[in-house]
């Protein structure tokens, strides 16, 4: 292995590393994929985060300038083809080798930049907000399941828009208390924390599982490769979405909603005999 491949080898590694530590759930969806695919899609998730961590967390620091930084020094990767920033470095590679569309890195770090600024959204604000901060990311995997395929990702880009879109408004749901107390943010229009009724649940509630229904049919023709992985991470959310809906307003607003470690395993069995008897 010469130094550069180690060097990018090292940088993946980054990634792969930011992956487990922030998200298990994430981190063993993505061990279901192709072997192939495991590394890029870690990739994207590596600079997501990275990005996310900016505007969510380094509150002792200037997170505008921040930003702004990893937004330039973002570009500089991918127009050089390569970074010193082991998750940029990681990035840009993935980009440029599955030549992903720059307009969708564009809508995410607007969504960023939403963040830094944004405390409520009407409709228009919110349907931006979840295009660039869910929506295209879903787009950035689906470039690399199609592996240049461009009549699959055309056909398959609304399915991957509404499964990122589903992901993202059950975290608004299940993070609420920490969004509004922590970050004074409500990604929600028209709602009103100290007034979350059950209409606003509801309807809430009933766009998120349009977004899931629509889903469903594109993981079903997603390639083997990334068929399954996908699919299990679409049942964790379901599952987690299927627990919320249960609860009272009040319960959303009071505690983070999690899966237990035992119920991930049983979505996952469940998931793969699907798969074995050709269910999925």
Do not use: W
């Not at 550069?4 to 090292?10: Q, R, W």
């Not at 980054?14 to 969806?29: D, G, H, I, L, V």
Request: glycine fraction near 4%.
């Amino acid at each position: 292995m010469t130094n550069i491949h180690l060097f990018h080898e090292v940088s993946q590694d980054c990634s792969r590393n930011t992956t487990e530590k922030y998200s298990t759930s994430f981190s063993s969806a993505i061990r279901l994929l192709h072997k192939d695919l495991r590394k890029p899609i870690c990739n994207i998730y590596g600079f997501v985060r990275f990005a996310d961590e900016i505007v969510d967390t380094f509150h002792d620091h200037d997170k505008a300038n921040l930003l702004q930084e990893f937004k330039q020094d973002t570009y500089e990767a991918i127009e050089r083809g390569i970074s010193l920033n082991p998750i940029l470095n990681s990035f840009q590679l993935t980009v440029n080798k599955y030549k992903i569309d720059h307009s969708l890195i564009d809508s995410f770090l607007l969504s960023m930049e939403m963040d830094l600024n944004k405390r409520q959204y009407d409709r228009n604000g919110y349907e931006q907000y979840i295009y660039g901060s869910a929506e295209v990311v879903g787009l950035m995997c689906l470039y690399i399941f199609c592996e240049g395929d461009v009549e699959m990702y055309e056909k398959l880009k609304p399915a991957a828009m509404s499964l990122g879109s589903a992901f993202q408004k059950v975290n608004f749901l299940r993070d609420m208390k920490a969004d509004v107390e922590g970050l004074n943010r409500m990604y929600f229009p028209n709602c009103d924390f100290k007034n979350f009724s059950n209409t606003d649940k509801r309807s809430i509630e009933a766009d998120i599982q349009k977004d899931f229904d629509d889903a469903y049919d594109g993981i079903l023709h997603l390639p083997m490769k990334a068929r399954f992985g996908v699919y299990v991470a679409y049942k964790y959310y379901l599952s987690l979405f299927k627990k919320i809906r249960k609860l009272q307003p009040q319960r959303v607003l009071e505690q983070r909603i999690r899966i237990p470690d035992y119920s991930k395993i049983f979505i996952l069995a469940k998931a793969g005999l699907r798969s074995q008897i050709n269910l999925l």
